[in-house]
């Protein structure tokens, strides 16, 4: 079974708008990171936002927030205010365990959601 | 400013022969990684580093090597030994304690001719 599941392949949202990116995940682990990267044409992959699962509240960072439902395992993302520059692929991943030691580099990604702003 | 360099940007590898792709840093993180990128995929997980002379295997390490003689540097080697090696590779660097929070590379794409 996937761990992380990204059911849209593609999203078209226009300039200005607000778009949500869907997210779910599957994990028996208590403590685990959910985390959504950017990926641009140029390759590099951008972190975006994180979320513990801990947390109590929702993350953001200025326009993107991440809508955490623990009880339904989704870790969707919320742009506002697209701008053109926001066109990219859009990974959401998990990260299994605390956030030190242990194989704190195995990050499961998703496939993907490719996000293009029309103006 | 700080950041991670890849080289080249583009390789061509010939039928059994070994490639090395580069990858540096020099923003001072311990832990250092390399994914491999399959077209309409995520990214994988090759292998990973949290300290110097130091490595764990990741999800799909048969076929590849690598090295942490330095801090900085994580050289990622693509063995005769991987059959199917074209795919776009991302090193990626980040701090012991922050997990997950990668900085990334502009990435390798390497074909086989």
């Known amino acids: 079974a996937q761990k992380i599941t990204q059911t849209q392949p593609g999203m078209f949202v226009q300039e200005k708008e607000a778009v949500t990116l869907d997210c779910t995940y599957d994990t028996s682990d208590p403590s685990y990171g959910l985390f959504w990267y950017k990926q641009p044409s140029s390759g590099e992959m951008i972190f975006l936002i994180y979320q513990g699962s801990y947390d109590q509240q929702n993350a953001t960072e200025g326009r993107y927030s991440l809508n955490f439902q623990k009880a339904r395992k989704s870790a969707n993302l919320v742009i506002s205010a697209s701008q053109l520059g926001d066109s990219a692929m859009y990974f959401c991943?998990?990260?299994?365990?605390?956030?030190?030691?242990?194989?704190?580099?195995?990050?499961?990604f998703g496939k993907g959601t490719k996000l293009s702003v029309k103006p | 400013d700080g950041g991670i360099t890849q080289s080249p940007k583009y390789l061509f590898r010939k039928e059994g022969q070994n490639v090395t792709l580069s990858c540096e840093q020099n923003?001072?993180?311990?832990?250092m990684y390399w994914y491999r990128q399959d077209p309409g995929q995520g990214l994988r997980l090759i292998y990973y580093s949290q300290i110097v002379n130091d490595f764990q295997k990741g999800d799909i390490a048969e076929g590849y090597s690598v090295s942490r003689e330095k801090k900085e540097s994580f050289p990622l080697t693509v063995t005769s030994a991987q059959k199917n090696p074209t795919a776009f590779y991302l090193c990626?660097?980040?701090?012991?304690?922050?997990?997950?929070?990668?900085?990334f590379g502009s990435g390798t794409q390497l074909s086989v001719l």
């Open positions: 990626a660097s980040s701090k012991r304690d922050e997990a997950g929070k990668l900085f």
């Open positions: 991943a998990m990260r299994e365990g605390p956030n030190y030691g242990g194989s704190q580099g195995n990050l499961i």
């Open positions: 923003l001072n993180h311990d832990a």
